[in-house]
């Protein structure tokens, strides 16, 4: 069973628009929600986390949307470049069981010039 | 400073033969994490290391699946009789105590192996 549930699984954006990938969960006990970029040949780097007692976060052009009443969050990129384009990764954690991070399937990102 | 460092980058193997991946968490770091990705795919949890406690092994695939960590540092993961379906990426992220609050990850880049 997926713990979280990413889409689209693919993404092809214009240089200068929006990019929006949606993430869904079911356990009510995630408490951590945290987005990762992955580019080709290298590990996933933490880009932006975000906690359930706040509904949005953002840094620079990175924002996270929380909805806590329907269990989803979701990344925005602003102003998306050629330079974002990469594999994104939204993940759970829960107090109580700080070892597991449960994974997103993974979004492409494909932002044309 | 330095990050997580994964060894080998690449490795091509023969179907049956065993395997060591080797990962140098970041320095002070008590939280070791070994996870694997087939191609295209998500992170799959595979063992987790913390301090001195009992590993968390729920995610090993068989028992052809091992993995150390001596020292509280350095750790091991071990491939027997390795099998094709187990080519993949196989990553290592280490964090600070998951005591209090969530700690993020650090990922090192990864070992890419290919059973042949």
């Known amino acids: 069973q997926q713990q979280v549930k990413q889409s689209p699984q693919s993404l092809i954006v214009q240089k200068g628009g929006i990019s929006i990938i949606n993430c869904a969960y079911e356990?009510?006990?995630?408490?951590?929600f945290p987005w990762y970029q992955q580019f080709p040949g290298k590990g996933p780097a933490l880009l932006i986390a975000?906690?359930?007692?706040?509904s949005e976060k953002k840094e620079g052009r990175f924002t996270i949307s929380f909805n806590k009443s329907a269990k989803q969050f979701s990344l925005h990129i602003m102003d998306s470049q050629p330079g974002d384009s990469a594999t994104y990764f939204c993940a759970a954690s829960m107090q109580g069981n700080f070892n597991k991070f449960y994974f997103g399937s993974g979004t492409k990102l494909n932002v044309k010039p | 400073g330095a990050g997580v460092s994964q060894s080998p980058s690449n490795k091509v193997t023969e179907k049956g033969k065993d395997v060591e991946l080797r990962c140098d968490p970041i320095?002070?770091?008590?939280?070791l994490y070994w996870y694997r990705q087939s191609l295209g795919q998500g992170l799959e949890f595979l063992i987790y290391f913390q301090g001195n406690s009992a590993p968390d092994k729920s995610g090993l695939p068989s028992d052809r699946f091992s993995a150390e960590r001596t020292g509280g540092s350095v750790s091991t993961l071990t491939i027997q009789r390795t099998q094709q379906e187990d080519s993949a990426v196989y990553l290592c992220a280490s964090s600070h105590a998951q005591v209090k609050r969530n700690q993020p990850q650090h990922f090192g880049d990864g070992t890419r192996l290919s059973i042949l």
């Open positions: 356990n009510t006990a995630f408490d951590y």
């Open positions: 975000i906690r359930p007692d706040v």
């Open positions: 320095s002070g770091h008590t939280a």
